[in-house]
């Protein structure tokens, strides 16, 4: 994770918050680039006017733009911020529209250091060895020695790496693009600028790319404004705080569902409620298509990264992943049951939620990394926090959803409960990645035998998403 892009997007968030909450970010959302890169201080680019000009775009970015948007460049910011308050006022969305408007990321130019193609390069260290291993192990025959060291002929590297592993002084090293090597589904490359551009027909949404990028280029399309200009009409937001939330905040749950309503949040919930429906749900569905064919497989759906590379790269296998509804799908019903009026938030650490919740109709996706900016602007302590009083806590499997085998525990757990002899073959996919999704063909191929398989598209599971706090 890049650790300077993630401060420098909690530092923007909280100076938009507060300055939207004193009533002045109208005034003082152009200056904000200029105060945190002042005259004379050391610049992280080039100079400090590159600086500001990165810093404008996270704010456009913020404020719900991106730089596709951008058809003016002398347009400030405090004419975004116009036209997100018009926007919403006249009840437009301000995703609608484009394919890049729908899309939850944006690739900022100005921020893209344009790296070199990824190839294996023979440094000075080569020392010409007799035994010549690197060219002997090389599969094309790309390498040849010239004047006592190895040369690579680019035209026929396959880049394996073979050559790599097999120098004994470490001569030969493999460069990267940082995103494209994150990218699971090859949806990010340099265009004819040296640019990154993400092909949104390929992209998943997993957000890989956002947190690998070492220069922080990528940036997530944010709903905050929107948000916050719902809080101040006085709209009933409700806040549906994800199961990852407990490894992202101190304090408990309950504290953290505390500190959201002091944040200004009409009704709050947690998300693992939800979870306890697609447990019981995605059980049934499994029981009865496994009653149908015992040689069927069934994934699960809660991941919608998952679901998205499904349904772009592998759409033969789409009938294979469940039906059943994720936990953020029945945290929504749940409380638009409660009150029909209330416009449902979803908190987590997932940018794929953000695709999700516009397919399923949740208002609105805030990531952790901005619900920290609020409660921070707002000088909310969650330590400090009364415990919420909740009718029930959710069960403790719905709470693991978070983690990666969370949803197979419920699962079993929810089955063994009606039936002691029950018996799940149960695979999981920890991470989604170029080898994981061979891996994942080959049990959809049946080549792996399994009949119910979890996929999480970030190691660990949910907790550790691209946007988590940590």
């Known amino acids: 994770m890049n650790l300077a892009a993630q401060y420098i997007r909690r530092e923007l968030a909280i100076r938009l918050v507060r300055a939207f909450d004193a009533n002045k970010l109208d005034r003082e959302i152009d200056a904000i680039p200029i105060k945190l890169r002042p005259k004379n201080e050391p610049s992280s680019r080039c100079c400090i006017y590159h600086d500001r000009a990165v810093l404008k775009y996270r704010l456009m970015a913020l404020l719900g733009y991106s730089i596709e948007d951008e058809s003016d460049e002398t347009k400030t910011l405090s004419s975004y911020l116009e036209d997100v308050i018009r926007e919403v006022s006249e009840g437009k969305d301000p995703y609608a529209g484009l394919e890049h408007k729908m899309a939850p990321l944006s690739v900022c130019g100005p921020a893209c250091s344009g790296c070199p193609d990824a190839k294996v390069v023979s440094t000075d260290n080569c020392r010409g060895c007799f035994a010549r291993p690197c060219m002997y192990n090389c599969p094309k025959k790309a390498i040849s020695i010239v004047g006592g060291r190895s040369v690579i002929d680019q035209s026929l590297c396959i880049k394996c790496g073979k050559c790599v592993t097999a120098c004994p002084y470490h001569a030969i090293v493999k460069t990267s693009v940082p995103c494209e090597d994150a990218c699971p589904v090859g949806a990010i490359r340099k265009n004819e600028f040296g640019v990154a551009q993400i092909n949104f027909e390929k992209c998943i949404f997993c957000g890989k790319c956002f947190n690998q990028c070492p220069f922080g280029a990528v940036m997530e399309r944010s709903q905050l404004m929107q948000i916050l200009l719902a809080m101040k009409r006085g709209e009933k937001l409700v806040a549906m705080v994800a199961p990852a939330a407990a490894k992202q905040f101190p304090g408990t749950i309950e504290q953290l569902l505390s500190a959201c309503k002091k944040a200004g949040f009409a009704e709050v919930m947690e998300v693992a ?108 302590d969650v330590m400090s926090c009364e415990a919420y009083p909740l009718e029930r806590p959710a069960e403790a499997t719905a709470r693991n959803y978070s983690h990666s085998c969370g949803v197979t525990e419920a699962v079993i757990a929810e089955a063994m409960g009606k039936d002691p002899g029950f018996k799940l073959n149960s695979k999981q996919i920890n991470g989604i990645d170029k080898k994981s999704i061979m891996m994942i063909r080959m049990h959809l191929a049946g080549k792996i035998p399994t009949n119910f398989l979890e996929v999480m598209a970030c190691p660990g599971g949910c907790e550790n998403g691209p946007c988590s706090m940590r």
Do not use: Q
């Open 273 to 380: 409620l939800g979870a306890e429906k697609t447990t019981r749900h995605e059980t049934a569905e499994f029981v009865e298509r496994y009653s149908k064919d015992p040689k069927m497989i069934m994934t699960t759906s809660c991941c919608p990264a998952w679901v998205n590379l499904v349904a772009k790269h592998m759409p033969e296998h789409i009938e294979k992943v469940s039906l059943t509804p994720s936990p953020m799908v029945y945290s929504r019903e749940i409380m638009k049951e409660k009150d029909p009026s209330l416009k449902t938030v979803f908190i987590g650490p997932c940018v794929a939620k953000r695709s999700e919740a516009r397919r399923k109709d949740v208002d609105f996706v805030m990531s952790f990394e901005e619900l920290g900016a609020i409660l921070a602007a707002r000088n909310i």
